[in-house]
C-alpha cells in the first residue's frame, strides 16, 4: 500500500506587530518603522495510486504581542476572517483503496515543526505537544462525513494547547524589553513559518 503524506504551512506567519499588535517602548522623535510579511507556500501534492487525498484548512493567525508593560512576549491566537478560529484536516478515500480505508478512513497523526530553524537567546521560539517521530504514536479519530470523506477538526482551544511559546524551565518565554531586542527576535528569531503535517506514517 502506497503512503502518503502532506506538508503544508499554516496559514500565516507568526509576526510581532503588523497591523493586529504593537509594542511599546520609551524612544525618541523617530516613527517606528511598519512591518508586515506576505507568506508565501507551495501547492499540495497528491500522489497518484495512493489510498487518498488529504488537505489541510485553517483561518490561525498567530501574533507575538507584547503582554505587560515588562514586555513579556506572549503569543496570540486570531483568525484572518473574524470568524472561529479553526484547523480543518480532510482525508478523501480513492475509488480503488481498501474497503476498510472507504468506511474507516486511514490511520493519521498530526503534527508540527517549523521551516526553518526559529530560536531567540538559543532557545527554540515555540513548543508543540507533538512534533512527530515517523511513527503513528498519536493517532487522531476521524468523523466520518460519508462516500469516503473523513475530517478532524480543532477549534482554538486545542490549537492553544498545540503551540505555545516555549516556556522551558516555568521561565518568562522571552522579555523583548528594548527595541534592540524586538528587532533581533523579528529578524533572526522568525525566519521560518510553524508547519503542520499530516501523515499516515511515512513522512515524504
Do not use: C
Amino acid at each position: 500500500m502506497k503512503k502518503l503524506s502532506i506538508l503544508i504551512a499554516l496559514f500565516l506567519v507568526a509576526t510581532i506587530g503588523g497591523v493586529y499588535a504593537t509594542w511599546s517602548y520609551a524612544g525618541t522623535n523617530d516613527i517606528a518603522d511598519a512591518f508586515a510579511e506576505a507568506k508565501v507556500t507551495i501547492a499540495d501534492v497528491e500522489l497518484l495510486g495512493a489510498n487518498g487525498v488529504y488537505k489541510v484548512e485553517s483561518n490561525l493567525v498567530l501574533i507575538v504581542d507584547q503582554k505587560n508593560t515588562e514586555h513579556h512576549a506572549e503569543l496570540l491566537f486570531q483568525s484572518n476572517n473574524n470568524e472561529e478560529i479553526f484547523l480543518k484536516v480532510t482525508f478523501t478515500a480513492a475509488v480503488n483503496a481498501p474497503q476498510d480505508i472507504k468506511d474507516n478512513g486511514v490511520k493519521s497523526e498530526l503534527y508540527f515543526g517549523t521551516s526553518a530553524e526559529m530560536k531567540y537567546d538559543g532557545k527554540d521560539i515555540f513548543w508543540f505537544s507533538n512534533t512527530g517521530n515517523g511513527t503513528l504514536d498519536n493517532e487522531f479519530t476521524w468523523t466520518n462525513e460519508g462516500n469516503g470523506v473523513f475530517t478532524y477538526t480543532l477549534d482554538v482551544d486545542d490549537l492553544k494547547a498545540m503551540i505555545k511559546l516555549n516556556d522551558e524551565n516555568g521561565t518568562v518565554p522571552f522579555v523583548l524589553d528594548t527595541k534592540a531586542k524586538h528587532d533581533d527576535f523579528r529578524e533572526n528569531g522568525l525566519k521560518g513559518n510553524i508547519v503542520i503535517r499530516v501523515t499516515d506514517g511515512t513522512v515524504n
